[in-house]
């Protein structure tokens, strides 16, 4: 089965900078589209950025200048830099991959587990 292992979260002040990075590991044959999600208490799960095989990358308009994703394809890794955060990007970070497994050869969705990101002063 597939994993994904997020990491770099935590406590950050208002105008400061975090990494997050997400490691797919397990099973996998070849990796499609990998993107961030977030989800705010009270608030439902939405997108943050997105990024194909190709390099195309696509960004929510609040985060649009702020935020970069990238990925090593080598790694199966994606990261996510966040600059100039603001207290509204306070939320669990989640990771998301198109994963084609190495058992069964099907593409199917994968989630991480969450990381959160608060901040704050």
């Known amino acids: 089965q597939v994993q994904l292992v997020e990491s770099g979260g935590g406590l950050v002040q208002p105008g400061g900078s975090l990494r997050l990075s997400c490691a797919a590991s397990?099973?996998?044959?070849?990796?499609?589209?990998m993107g961030w999600y977030r989800q705010a208490p009270g608030k439902q799960r939405e997108l943050v950025a997105l990024i194909t095989t190709g390099g195309t990358t696509n960004y929510a308009d609040s985060v649009k200048g702020r935020f970069t994703i990238s990925r090593n394809i080598a790694k199966n890794t994606v990261y996510l830099e966040m600059n100039s955060l603001k207290p509204e990007d306070t939320a669990v970070y989640y990771c998301n991959a198109d994963v084609v497994s190495s058992s069964t050869l099907t593409l199917s969705q994968s989630w991480g587990q969450g990381t959160q990101v608060t901040v704050s002063s």
């Open positions: 397990r099973s996998i044959f070849s990796i499609n589209r």
